[in-house]
């Protein structure tokens, strides 16, 4: 409360103050100083004013792209980190800068989707998301699979329908047409048909008022990493159970490593067996024609457990090795030796040929997306954001697979 001003008094030029005036102007002054204390507080600590993110820079940026960047940054996306802008701190201060917000009172009233004007356009969710998608695709680069990846033939599916590879056989030796003659019907080679369908796989992270208000950055960046993370061992799990669990080949019904297929040993892993599973390999024979394919042995997947002998036999450059560093440079880690440590079993392995020689497992991606993604979860999650204050995120990975050929590779027991 302000004190009584006495006009009497101030015409003589004298101002009189009782004891309850002064104690009311000191109480008024004290609330100012506080009022004043807390702004100070919240734009220091809580939103920094980042005039840097205003400017249009040198290089054509605007202020939503270096928004954008400054999120990137915070989420350790390499490039950004490079482009002269400076990250967000924390969660917390990208939330007040992005919404104009000065504190967190007003996340239960919808204040995660609002916009400030400096921004003009993408909301503080979407811009996570964003920086999210962009550390994915970063760590799943990264991270790979060991050298799976390089086995598998990659396609793009359209729906979620079963899906048919149809691989036609092949044409025996052309006869010779003597003069005059006429030319003969050629034996019409036949097909056979395999099946699949791709199937979604993931799981949803939810981002919470407490996260904001803690400024805990543990949630989005966390799940960004460990979904690429648990992607890539998602995919490479799916591809090296077709190996150890050994399922029968759609065409014929037999399991894919057989005996009746000819790429089936018992043999250890040293050089004169190795060559061995390249003579296989070799003579494996086109459908129909059963003209020799003479495919190579180009990579050798083997579980942790034979890795120092797959190295050695690399290595060894005596005159009975055949394979002297034909798996790669014994300088850095042979690229076509794959240490699989998905593999169960410590004496099983296998040898193949490359895609681009003969075509093993089709790998499905739906829309030929080769990556896992993230989406706001904006249908079965919705309410959250009005009745839990909460941002949904849904991790998603899609594809499906299945070998399209049993000649391209040899398993070893």
Not at 52 to 64: F, K, P, V
Not at 116 to 136: H, Q, Y
Not at 158 to 165: L, Q, S
Request: with cysteine; net charge neutral.
């Amino acid at each position: 409360m302000v004190p009584k001003r006495n006009i009497e008094t101030e015409k003589k030029g004298v101002i009189t103050l009782s004891a309850r005036d002064l104690q009311d102007l000191k109480d008024f002054n004290h609330q100012n100083r506080l009022k004043k204390a807390a702004v100070q507080y919240h734009e220091k600590n809580m939103r920094s004013p980042r005039p840097d993110l205003g400017a249009i820079t040198s290089s054509g940026l605007g202020i939503c792209e270096k928004v954008q960047l400054a999120m990137d940054g915070l989420l350790g996306v390499r490039e950004a980190r490079s482009s002269g802008v400076k990250p967000f701190r924390g969660i917390q201060e990208a939330f007040f800068f992005i919404t104009g917000e000065t504190d967190c009172s007003r996340i239960s009233r919808g204040s995660l989707y609002k916009v400030s004007e400096a921004i003009g356009t993408g909301d503080f969710p979407n811009i996570l998301l964003n920086s999210m998608t962009k550390r994915l695709i970063q760590d799943y680069a990264q991270i790979g699979m060991g050298g799976v990846e390089k086995i598998i033939k990659p396609a793009n599916i359209a729906d979620f329908k079963t899906n048919d590879r149809v691989r036609m056989g092949y044409l025996g030796d052309l006869p010779v047409v003597a003069e005059a003659a006429v030319y003969t019907e050629l034996t019409k080679p036949t097909d056979e048909k395999i099946s699949y369908a791709v199937a979604k796989r993931g799981g949803v992270l939810t981002i919470s008022e407490e996260a904001i208000r803690n400024d805990d950055l543990t949630g989005p960046l966390t799940f960004a990493a460990r979904l690429a993370r648990a992607g890539g061992r998602t995919l490479k799990q799916f591809v090296t159970s077709i190996f150890l669990n050994n399922a029968n080949y759609d065409p014929d019904g037999v399991a894919l490593f057989n005996a009746a297929h000819n790429n089936l040993t018992a043999n250890a892993l040293t050089s004169a067996n190795l060559d061995a599973a390249e003579v296989l390999m070799m003579g494996q024979t086109e459908k129909d024609s059963t003209k020799p394919l003479n495919l190579p042995l180009q990579w050798l997947m083997v579980p942790t457990a034979l890795k120092a002998t797959a190295y050695q036999i690399n290595n060894n450059a005596s005159s009975t090795n055949s394979w002297f560093e034909r798996l790669g440079s014994n300088h850095e880690q042979p690229q076509n030796i794959i240490v699989n440590e998905l593999l169960t079993s410590g004496t099983r392995w296998w040898g193949g040929c490359y895609p681009d020689q003969a075509p093993g497992i089709e790998i499905g991606y739906l829309d030929g997306i080769e990556e896992p993604q993230i989406f706001i979860a904006d249908k079965d999650f919705s309410n959250l954001r009005f009745t839990n204050d909460q941002i949904v995120y849904k991790g998603v990975f899609v594809f499906g697979g299945k070998p399209l050929d049993f000649r391209t590779y040899v398993q070893n027991n």
